[in-house]
Every structure is written in C-alpha cells, then in structure tokens.
Antibody, heavy 121, light 112 residues
Framework: EVQLVESGGGLVKPGGSLRLSCTAS????????MNWVRQAPGKGLEWVGR??????????DYAAPVKGRFTISRDDSELMLYLQMNSLKTEDTAVYYC????????????WGLGTMVTVSS | DIVMTQTPLSSPVTLGQPASISCRSS???????????LSWLQQRAGQPPRLLIY???NRFSGVPDRFSGSGAGTDFTLKISRVEAEDVGVYYC?????????FGQGTKLEIK
C-alpha cells in the first residue's frame, strides 16, 4: 500500500528545535515532490513547504511564517523526508503532515496520519 | 501569495439534498502549462485530509460520483448531488499553481 508515516513529534519549549521524519513506501519516492502541511488545533490546513525531486533540481520553497527557521530535506536512498524546525514558537503548535502527489498532478493524493508538535513552556 | 476564499464557512444540509461550496482565488489559477491546479479535499474528524477532486473537475480514485467539481480562472465549485451521512466533515480547496501553495479556510458540512 502506498503510504507516508510521520514521526518525531513531541513537546518542546519555545526557542527549541525538533526534527520530524516522514517515511515513504510503495511509490517511486525519488520522483515525488514532497510537502509538509500543518494544522493548528481546531484550525485549517497550512502549507509549510515543498522539496522538488532531484531530477528537476530539488528546489525547496517555504511558507513565509517558517522561512529561515525550518529546513526541508530528503534522503532518496532511505525514502525519507525531513523537517528540521528551529527557533520554535508557540504558534508552531500543530499536527504536521507530509503529503505528496503520486497519481494526480498538482494535488496531494497521499497523506500521512500526521505527528503532533506542541511548543509550550 | 494567492488567497483562497471559501463560502459558506458552514453548511447545514438535509440528508439526500444537494450541497455546494464555492472557492474563489485572488488571481487566476491557470498555470503556464495550461493546467489549473485547483483541488478539493475532505477532512473527517480526527483524520488526515483526503483528496476528492484534482485539476478542477477530476474525481480521484474511489471518490463517489456524487462529488463533482467545476469552474475556471478564479471561481470554482464543489457540488455534492445528494449528501450522505459519511460526507460530514470539513472541505478545503487548495491551489498548487503557484508557490506558496494555499488552502481555503475550510467549509464545515453538517447534517441538519
């Protein structure tokens, strides 16, 4: 079954760091443009950022609220996507999902179950 | 950034009746490739989002045909022909034409 599984969430103090991981299976990960999307408690969906496949340059884009604090990377040999989060703020508290498009151009047809990140003192 | 505005934000519907959600973008979503990367997602309580519609009107695999999408340019609509109990949840439009990708605020569909 095609799937994504996130891990690494937890409780962290403001100003702290956390690294999230997303493990992919049953699709050609190296060709996929991988995304992180977050959802604060009781709120809507917010795109965090995306890393393109290396075949098209591996370009990374970020949403303004996380630019300069978060870093997206990938390891195609391990089928892994990462989100390094530094200088965390209370407003970063959210469920973090990894998502991608396998069969539907320009749409996220595969989502993980998400991992919860809580930033609190 | 492209702003996505959904209406209504809440939609009480009678079982078996139709429902419609509108999504308007602050600029055209037509990509230079000629495609329009507007999709619709459903999120049931406690679950991750699920893709329903991609490129305006294409139903994703396994999505019931009571769901349909339409529109062009900056105005898009998701329609449910006859609402069923399992359709309860929050519906989001999303654009992936231009980075940063953006979502609508979400529309909560509930049964009257």
């Amino acid at each position: 079954e095609v799937q994504l599984v996130e891990s690494g969430g937890g409780l962290v103090k403001p100003g702290g760091s956390l690294r999230l991981s997303c493990t992919a299976s049953k699709f050609t990960f190296s060709n996929a443009w991988m995304n992180w999307v977050r959802q604060a408690p009781g709120k809507g969906l917010e795109w965090v950022g995306r890393i393109k496949s290396k075949a098209v340059g591996g370009t990374i884009d970020y949403a303004a609220p996380v630019k300069g604090r978060f870093t997206i990377s990938r390891d195609d040999s391990e089928l892994m996507l990462y989100l390094q989060m530094n200088s965390l703020k209370t407003e970063d508290t959210a469920v973090y999902y990894c998502a991608t498009s396998v069969a539907t151009p320009g749409a996220f047809d595969i989502w993980g179950l998400g991992t919860m990140v809580t930033v609190s003192s | 950034d492209i702003v996505m505005t959904q209406t209504p934000l809440s939609s009480p519907v009678t079982l078996g009746q139709p429902a419609s959600i509108s999504c308007r973008s602050s600029q055209s979503l037509e990509h230079s490739s000629g495609n329009t990367y507007l999709s619709w997602l459903q999120q049931r309580a406690g679950q991750p989002p699920r893709l329903l519609i991609y490129k305006i009107s294409n139903r994703f695999s396994g999505v019931p045909d009571r769901f349909s999408g339409s529109g062009a340019g900056t105005d898009f609509t998701l329609k449910i022909s006859r609402v069923e109990a399992e359709d309860v949840g929050v519906y989001y439009c999303m654009q992936a034409t231009q980075s940063p990708y953006t979502f609508g605020q979400g529309t909560k569909l509930e049964i009257k």
